[in-house]
């Protein structure tokens, strides 16, 4: 890719092309981070479009994490069941640099354009496979969504009170943090082929992904023997560090951690009882655990008395890392994200104004990448096929007739 001045544009991955064959939230998520990072994305969808398109309601070809994750993409339609479909992905796949899927193990060979059969098209093509388990392994054909990977990683036994069922975590988070691990893998097989001259195919299962996310729960059992860590509530998940819990005030709630003697110092001097600081129940860490309860009971005899916005206010006075519990309304209009760019108001065909997030990857010195509305289906197929590929009009027209987009 080059500006009208033949100069590369300044942004990291400007000049790589990807055919992103991701759905619902894993694979659309990584290619968002690549798209603003400068890579042209492309993305290819079966002709009713992909899963997520699915859950449209009446009147709307897509839903809001549609709109939401697939900025900045050029969208195509490929029926891969059909001979020209899959002829149609194999000459883009021999222009491009990157192409990724979170399909379950196996489709794309049962489609007959898996990496075997694409590597021998393009030496240079970085295949990238998200899936639930892996490509390998006695569970790989087990059926992955969020909530059962959640459920099979640890996650939803240790999420939850301990007097509760399990509970999955509110966000999708395994879709998310496998989708950034994806775009790791994805970069990292670019850069080794800067110096190899060749692509690789690199994967990442959902569940490894979460995995190491676990580390305090772990603690608790290695600290306990193989004791089972229960599920903690609000506390530390490996019951290891108090004050750490979320206390009501008289509005609403705010989260308060301590993670050294100055966090507690400080929690103190805010609550007004500064010689708790000599009292032998709480001189330590140590022993404010061994107190847990009354720890907690302390600090929310105080917090109750205060309106949130105030609490809030008098602890970061004394240097407390807290929080305020947020609704999403609030966080939607987070005044920080929107001036830092990470939110962005756009005009969406659909959806009119929303807001969407732009990328956490921050490249100092770089460009911008405008953030353009996600595609409807097949929406660049001429723009893609003709301008890119070089298929003349009658081609495409051919392909359209013929079921093959």
């Given amino acids: 890719?080059?500006?009208?001045?033949?100069?590369?544009?300044?942004?990291?991955?400007?000049?790589i092309t990807v055919i992103d064959l991701g759905q619902i939230y894993q694979g659309p998520y990584a290619t968002l981070l690549m798209a603003k990072a400068g890579a042209r994305i492309i993305k290819v969808e079966p002709p009713k479009g992909e899963p997520a398109r699915l859950?449209?309601?009446?009147?709307?070809?897509?839903?809001?994490?549609?709109?939401?994750?697939?900025?900045?993409?050029?969208?195509?339609?490929?029926?891969?069941?059909?001979?020209?479909?899959?002829?149609?992905?194999?000459?883009?796949?021999?222009?491009?640099?990157?192409?990724?899927?979170?399909?379950?193990?196996?489709?794309?060979?049962?489609?007959?354009?898996?990496?075997?059969?694409?590597?021998?098209?393009?030496?240079?093509?970085?295949?990238?496979?998200?899936?639930?388990?892996?490509?390998?392994?006695?569970?790989?054909?087990?059926?992955?969504?969020?909530?059962?990977?959640?459920?099979?990683?640890?996650?939803?036994?240790?999420?939850?009170?301990?007097?509760?069922?399990?509970?999955?975590?509110?966000?999708?988070?395994?879709?998310?943090?496998?989708?950034?691990?994806?775009?790791?893998?994805?970069?990292?097989?670019?850069?080794?082929?800067?110096?190899?001259?060749?692509?690789?195919?690199?994967?990442?299962?959902?569940?490894?992904?979460?995995?190491?996310?676990?580390?305090?729960?772990?603690?608790?059992?290695?600290?306990?023997?193989?004791?089972?860590?229960?599920?903690?509530?609000?506390?530390?998940?490996?019951?290891?560090?108090?004050?750490?819990?979320?206390?009501?005030?008289?509005?609403?709630?705010?989260?308060?951690?301590?993670?050294?003697?100055?966090?507690?110092?400080?929690?103190?001097?805010?609550?007004?009882?500064?010689?708790?600081?000599?009292?032998?129940r709480f001189i330590s860490n140590p022993e404010r655990v061994k107190h847990m309860p009354e720890v907690d009971a302390m600090v929310e005899g105080w917090t109750r008395t205060k309106p949130r916005d105030e609490a809030i206010a008098i602890l970061r006075g004394c240097r407390v890392p807290c929080a305020p519990v947020r609704d999403l309304k609030e966080v939607i209009n987070d005044r920080h994200m929107h001036e830092r760019g990470m939110l962005e108001e756009i005009d969406h065909p659909e959806f009119g104004r929303i807001t969407v997030p732009t990328s956490p990857l921050r490249f100092h010195g770089a460009d911008k990448v405008a953030t353009t509305p996600s595609p409807k289906v097949g929406q660049h197929n001429d723009e893609v096929y003709g301008g890119w590929l070089g298929l003349t009009e009658a081609e495409i027209a051919g392909l359209k007739s013929d079921g093959a987009i």
Avoid: C
């Fill in 1 to 15: 890719m080059q500006t009208s001045s033949g100069a590369r544009p300044n942004m990291p991955l400007a000049g």
């Fill in 55 to 280: 859950r449209a309601t009446v009147g709307m070809s897509a839903t809001f994490p549609f709109a939401m994750l697939n900025s900045n993409k050029q969208g195509v339609s490929i029926n891969l069941k059909h001979p020209q479909g899959k002829a149609l992905l194999k000459r883009m796949v021999a222009k491009a640099d990157v192409l990724l899927e979170n399909f379950a193990p196996g489709v794309m060979d049962k489609l007959g354009v898996g990496w075997p059969v694409l590597r021998d098209i393009n030496s240079r093509l970085v295949y990238a496979s998200g899936t639930g388990y892996g490509l390998d392994g006695p569970d790989r054909d087990n059926l992955a969504m969020d909530l059962t990977v959640q459920a099979a990683s640890g996650i939803m036994s240790i999420t939850g009170f301990p007097d509760g069922p399990p509970v999955k975590a509110g966000p999708a988070i395994v879709d998310f943090m496998s989708g950034i691990h994806l775009y790791a893998a994805v970069v990292t097989a670019l850069f080794e082929r800067q110096i190899t001259g060749q692509g690789r195919l690199v994967e990442v299962a959902m569940q490894e992904s979460v995995y190491p996310s676990l580390a305090s729960n772990l603690s608790f059992l290695y600290n306990r023997k193989g004791e089972v860590p229960p599920r903690t509530g609000n506390r530390h998940g490996g019951l290891s560090i108090a004050p750490y819990n979320v206390y009501a005030t008289s509005d609403g709630y705010i989260a308060i951690i301590t993670v050294t003697e100055d966090h507690w110092h400080g929690i103190t001097e805010a609550i007004g009882r500064p010689e708790l600081k000599a009292d032998s």
